[in-house]
């Protein structure tokens, strides 16, 4: 079957939508192919960036295919995302997409490289854009996140719910809302050096892992340390996102005042983020349920941005007329 096969570039595979409508292979040998994405399931973008990671330089697609492989290469994400026609639905989708994309390049590394960071940020700055042309992109990204590998999308969710409430709480420039977005986006990368049995564990956690689980921040903070296209705030997100304002959180037990501000909205969406999906011991919370639980959960975060926060999600719930 390889003599039938046309190979074709791996790069033209990123920025790409996972929507696919041909089948993909890859030669492990010179006489052995495995079938790697099909029409069907579509493109897996973390397998991708593993085979970016390994070098890998080339797929190979069915000759019969390269009609639709050429459609494919002639619509990346950012075309169908500028093209007017386009819906704010698709729009976000692909966007959604892109990031899932970006995600899984990023959390494949060990050191962020300076162009997936710089990629980042641009797709922040889209999320910003479209916050500001357009009124439903809270209730069309609430409904599309709810979805998919959790830390891939919890990432993406508390990166849109922390400038959704950055922006709410009246105090946030643009590009403070674009380093609380990147923030959020980032704060969890330490965990990927976490075994994923602790991390989705369906049973509580001994003293060791709780420990193990704790050094995240600051793994977080290392595996960014280098990378030059990431700001210092940034930095501060990842490493005190899980500090509290009552001084029991971690990794240095700080209080409330001493916590940086962007900080506490991105510990916020976070919990937020967390009680509204599913986990392996617990069914997902609803919106109305999460944010009694974050307003029940006294210290444990800003009291004014929780306020922030029931306003901007409620607004989103709730279908009765104020
Ligand atoms: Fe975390």
Known sequence: MKDELIPVDIQTFRNATRDIDFDVYLKLSDDNVAHVFSRTTGLDYKRLAHYIQKDVKNLYIKPQDLKAYQAFVNRPAHVIFADPNTTQEKKIATLLNMTEQNMAEIFTQFNVPEETAQYSQRLIRSYVDLMTQSPNTLAII????????????????????????????GQFNQRMLELVGMGGFLHDIGCTQIPKEILMSPTELTQEQWAEVKQHPKLGLNMIANTAAIPDEVRYIVYQHHEEPCGQGYPNAIHGPVIYYPAKIVALADAFSALISKRPFRPAYSVERALEILQQGTGRHDRELVKVTTAVFSRQSGKKAA
């Open 142 to 169: 609430l409904k599309l996140v709810s979805h998919g590998e959790y830390l891939y999308y919890h990432s993406i969710a508390v990166s849109i719910f922390s400038m959704f409430i950055a922006k709410a709480s």
